[in-house]
C-alpha cells in the first residue's frame, strides 16, 4: 500500500506506536482525529493606498468574508482549508486588503459518515483559526497597520444555522 510521506508520524506517533496502541485495543475501532499538520496555502497582503493613506484620519471600515473547504486525500487523510478575506477602507479608500487560505491536514480512522462533514466544517477551522488570525495579524502590521485581531468565529453554530436554513428550503449548501 502507497502511503502518504506525512503518514510516517500522526499525533506526534510512529507508525510502530500507532500500531502498538491498536494491538493494545486502546484506539482500535475507536473513531480518532489527530491534526497531521496547519499550513500557509496562500497568502496575498495589498496596500494600494500606500503612502496616502497613512495621512487620512479615519477609522477603518473592515469588513471580513471567509469560505470553508473540504476535500479528502486518502483513506484517513482530509485537508480543510479556511479561507479568509479582509478588506479595510477608510473614508472610502481602501487600505489594505488580506487573502489567507489556511489549510490543516487531519489523519480520521473509524469516524461515521454521518459526523465527518460536521468536524471539518465545525470543528477542524476552529482548531486552526488561531493560527490563521496570527497570520493575518502579522500581515496586516507588517503593511504599516496595528495588528487586526479578528474576534473568534463559532464555526460549528454557523455550520447548524446552514444546515438548519439548507433544511427549510430544501436547496444544498456549499461551504461555509
Same mark, same amino acid.
Given at each position: 500500500?502507497?502511503?502518504?510521506?506525512?503518514?510516517?508520524?500522526?499525533? %506526534?506517533?510512529?507508525?510502530? /506506536?500507532? =500500531?502498538?496502541? +491498536?494491538?493494545?485495543?486502546?484506539?482500535?475501532? $475507536?473513531?480518532?482525529? %489527530? @491534526?497531521?499538520?496547519?499550513?500557509?496555502?496562500?497568502?496575498?497582503?495589498?496596500?494600494?493606498? =500606500?503612502?496616502?493613506?497613512? #495621512?487620512?484620519?479615519g477609522q477603518p471600515q473592515i469588513d471580513v468574508q471567509f469560505n470553508i473547504g473540504a476535500a479528502q486525500l486518502g483513506d484517513e487523510v482530509h485537508e480543510m482549508v479556511l479561507k479568509i &478575506?479582509?478588506?479595510?477602507?477608510?473614508?472610502? #479608500?481602501?487600505?489594505?486588503?488580506? /487573502?489567507?487560505?489556511?489549510?490543516? @491536514?487531519?489523519? !480520521?480512522?473509524?469516524?461515521?459518515?454521518?459526523? @465527518? #462533514?460536521?468536524?471539518?466544517?465545525? &470543528?477542524?477551522?476552529?482548531?486552526?483559526?488561531?493560527?490563521?488570525?496570527?497570520? !493575518? +495579524?502579522? *500581515?496586516?502590521?507588517?503593511?504599516?497597520?496595528?495588528? @487586526?485581531?479578528? /474576534?473568534? !468565529?463559532?464555526? *460549528? +453554530?454557523?455550520?447548524?444555522?446552514?444546515? #438548519? +436554513?439548507?433544511?427549510? /428550503?430544501? $436547496?444544498? !449548501?456549499?461551504? =461555509?
Amino acid at each position: 500500500m502507497n502511503r502518504p510521506f506525512f503518514k510516517k508520524k500522526v499525533f %506526534g506517533m510512529s507508525e510502530q /506506536d500507532l =500500531a502498538g496502541t +491498536a494491538a493494545n485495543g486502546t484506539a482500535n475501532g $475507536q473513531p480518532t482525529v %489527530g @491534526l497531521i499538520s496547519q499550513y500557509v496555502k496562500d497568502l496575498s497582503f495589498e496596500n494600494p493606498g =500606500a503612502p496616502g493613506i497613512f #495621512q487620512l484620519q479615519g477609522q477603518p471600515q473592515i469588513d471580513v468574508q471567509f469560505n470553508i473547504g473540504a476535500a479528502q486525500l486518502g483513506d484517513e487523510v482530509h485537508e480543510m482549508v479556511l479561507k479568509i &478575506e479582509v478588506k479595510a477602507t477608510v473614508e472610502g #479608500q481602501v487600505a489594505y486588503v488580506v /487573502d489567507l487560505s489556511y489549510g490543516g @491536514l487531519f489523519a !480520521i480512522q473509524n469516524v461515521p459518515a454521518e459526523h @465527518l #462533514q460536521p468536524f471539518m466544517l465545525g &470543528e477542524a477551522p476552529r482548531l486552526v483559526f488561531p493560527f490563521a488570525r496570527r497570520v !493575518i +495579524a502579522d *500581515a496586516v502590521r507588517d503593511g504599516g497597520y496595528p495588528p @487586526l485581531m479578528l /474576534d473568534p !468565529i463559532d464555526f *460549528a +453554530a454557523l455550520y447548524m444555522q446552514q444546515i #438548519q +436554513a439548507q433544511g427549510e /428550503d430544501g $436547496q444544498p !449548501i456549499g461551504n =461555509a
